[in-house]
């Protein structure tokens, strides 16, 4: 297809698809798709809750109509180009679901015309487009794949909040259900990307490529955190350890900490559900997740010892928890391990507050029944929790709760050691 002729529609516009439609729009004409008509209005009014856009390139495009914005699916009718971007998450048993993906699929399916193109960039298992995804296609739109209509997977890897590792600077794997296809689709992403791109040989190679990127940092920071179980048993602090086998060329520095998000907390569970199916059970995928997953439990019942050594009362403590966000200077609160926490001193009957700059309250409220203290004035603690490094709580006055008695717990491993009494 003569790159003229091109016109994309991108389905999905969080964090992952507004970057890619506004990106695509200074070369192509764009279709920005989203079921949520309170997400749609607020870009049309130039505001971005995911603050992973430049507002003015936004502004400038929709003024030249050089990107459209709808929740209407025919109004995608006239495109030619279908980039499916919308979340992949898992239920409460850890299993996947596929329902925005397969709902995305199907709005393609409805609109999807002879010779047109099907990328996926959503995350998931090895397989699921040409098992999953085409079928809901063909069901709806009666075309034939790889005859009537292709597809591509080419994974998003988008980190929320990086300002430096941006969309065009990282380079892009693609990959196409026939060798013209692959080919035309790596051409595509190669117009925007600077980074580079990489056809991987098949659109399974792609999927599983993206699904171990997570699954190796998550492993690597089980490892971690592990070892921070048991240097808390043994009376060192995990961070120094670390910074002294650091000193060895080929030591890989990782951190512990509380893994959540949309990627590395939940995309392990996409290979593991596919490695079960084909009858395997994996092992070390499965025992990093239930390792990262102990961690919020882990800090709670040790701040409570804290409290318990400072001769504190347990039952009503009250606790300030900084941060509640998946990481820090990102209002992101996808899949926050933060809430554990929460929950797991609630259950000791602790009076606990959280508070975040950064994140939007209202959809932690309606998401996780959370209400954020709005401000902290000039409010004293039994125990303060660092749990997120929001370049905010540089200025917090750790030293004034401290002075008073606190207990100050650092998740970060970032605050002056002689203010804290312990960290992860």
């Given amino acids: 297809m003569d790159n003229k002729n091109i016109k994309i529609a991108v389905i999905g516009l969080g964090y992952v698809g507004l970057p890619l439609a506004v990106e695509f729009a200074k070369k192509y004409p764009v279709t920005g798709f989203d079921i949520n008509a309170q997400r749609?209005?607020?870009?049309?009014?130039?505001?971005?809750?995911?603050?992973?856009?430049?507002?003015?390139?936004?502004?400038?495009?929709?003024?030249?109509?050089?990107?459209?914005?709808?929740?209407?699916?025919?109004?995608l009718r006239d495109c030619n180009h279908y980039i499916v971007t919308v979340p992949t998450p898992i239920d409460r048993y850890n299993n996947?679901?596929?329902?925005?993906?397969?709902?995305?699929?199907?709005?393609?399916?409805?609109?999807?015309?002879?010779?047109?193109?099907?990328?996926?960039?959503?995350?998931?298992?090895?397989?699921?487009?040409?098992?999953?995804?085409?079928?809901?296609?063909?069901?709806?739109?009666?075309?034939?794949?790889?005859?009537?209509?292709?597809?591509?997977?080419?994974?998003?890897?988008?980190?929320?909040?990086?300002?430096?590792?941006?969309?065009?600077?990282?380079?892009?794997?693609?990959?196409?259900?026939?060798?013209?296809?692959?080919?035309?689709?790596?051409?595509?992403?190669?117009?925007?990307?600077?980074?580079?791109?990489?056809?991987?040989?098949?659109?399974?190679v792609a999927e599983a490529a993206k699904a171990i990127e997570n699954a190796q940092r998550d492993i690597n920071i089980s490892f971690v955190n592990e070892l921070s179980l048991i240097f808390d048993r043994i009376g060192i602090d995990t961070n120094d350890v670390i910074d002294a086998a650091a000193t060895k060329w080929n030591f890989l520095k990782y951190r512990p900490g509380l893994v959540g998000g949309h990627c590395i907390g939940v995309d392990p569970y996409y290979l593991a559900h596919k490695a079960k199916s084909v009858g395997y059970y994996p092992e070390v995928i499965l025992s990093g997740r239930r390792v990262n997953n102990s961690i919020a439990d882990f800090i709670a019942n040790k701040v409570v010892k804290l409290l318990i050594?400072?001769?504190?009362?347990?039952?009503?403590?009250?606790?300030?928890?900084?941060?509640?966000?998946?990481?820090?200077?990102?209002?992101?609160?996808?899949?926050?391990?933060?809430?554990?926490?929460?929950?797991?001193?609630?259950?000791?009957?602790?009076?606990?507050?959280?508070?975040?700059?950064?994140?939007?309250?209202?959809?932690?409220?309606?998401?996780?029944?959370?209400?954020?203290?709005?401000?902290?004035?000039?409010?004293?603690?039994?125990?303060?929790?660092?749990?997120?490094?929001?370049?905010?709580?540089?200025?917090?006055?750790?030293?004034?709760?401290?002075?008073?008695?606190?207990?100050?717990?650092?998740?970060?491993?970032?605050?002056?050691r002689n203010l804290v009494d312990a960290r992860l």
């Fill in 40 to 75: 749609i209005l607020e870009l049309k009014q130039n505001t971005d809750h995911t603050r992973e856009t430049d507002l003015s390139q936004l502004a400038s495009l929709l003024q030249s109509e050089n990107i459209r914005l709808t929740t209407e699916p025919q109004a």
């Fill in 309 to 416: 050594q400072h001769d504190l009362k347990i039952k009503g403590a009250k606790v300030l928890i900084l941060g509640i966000t998946f990481k820090e200077n990102c209002p992101d609160t996808r899949n926050t391990k933060v809430v554990d926490i929460y929950h797991a001193l609630n259950e000791f009957g602790l009076n606990v507050d959280i508070y975040d700059p950064w994140a939007n309250a209202q959809k932690v409220n309606k998401e996780y029944g959370i209400a954020l203290t709005e401000n902290l004035d000039n409010s004293l603690y039994n125990a303060v929790i660092l749990a997120v490094a929001h370049k905010e709580f540089n200025s917090f006055d750790f030293r004034r709760q401290k002075e008073n008695g606190a207990v100050i717990y650092d998740v970060k491993g970032v605050l002056d």
């Fill in 96 to 204: 996947p679901d596929l329902k925005p993906l397969l709902s995305a699929s199907r709005i393609v399916g409805s609109v999807l015309s002879k010779g047109d193109i099907v990328i996926y960039e959503s995350t998931t298992y090895p397989g699921c487009t040409e098992d999953d995804c085409v079928p809901a296609i063909e069901s709806i739109s009666g075309l034939k794949y790889n005859q009537d209509f292709f597809c591509g997977y080419s994974p998003e890897r988008i980190n929320p909040g990086d300002k430096e590792n941006t969309l065009t600077k990282i380079k892009k794997v693609t990959s196409g259900s026939t060798p013209e296809v692959a080919e035309q689709i790596n051409q595509l992403y190669a117009s925007i990307i600077t980074a580079g791109t990489y056809k991987a040989p098949s659109i399974k």
